[in-house]
């Protein structure tokens, strides 16, 4: 059963933003409020990585490529997390995805294709 649903990708030029949304499914809405959760990223021939990450509380951690653009964050009343991406550059194309920090295998949704291209 799909337990998280990323969205809002798509294709910008370089320096554009993008605003991606992760839904929880009604299966772990009673956990999702206590769960530290992250972004994570998989460009092709790369393996996937974490850029971002939050605690329950809201405490966040970026990856350094990342840092000072990205912004996470997480709607409990709504069991939704976002990543805001300002400034994209190139290197950002890839499938990027929702999961617990750190991940669960049965926890990976399709994904969200960010591509940055002029």
């Known amino acids: 059963q799909v337990q998280l649903v990323e969205s809002g990708g798509g294709l910008v030029q370089p320096g554009g933003s993008l605003r991606l949304s992760c839904a929880a499914s009604r299966s772990i809405f009673s956990i999702y409020s206590f769960t530290a959760m992250g972004w994570y990223r998989q460009a092709p021939g790369k393996q996937r990585e974490l850029v971002a990450a939050i605690t329950s509380g809201g405490s966040t951690n970026y990856a350094d490529s990342v840092k000072g653009r990205f912004t996470i964050s997480r709607d409990n009343a709504k069991k939704t997390l976002y990543l805001q991406m300002n400034s994209l550059k190139p290197e950002d194309t890839a499938v990027y995805y929702c999961?617990?920090?750190?991940?669960?295998?049965?926890?990976w949704g399709q994904g969200t294709q960010v591509t940055v291209s002029s």
């Open positions: 999961n617990k920090d750190p991940s669960r295998p049965d926890y």
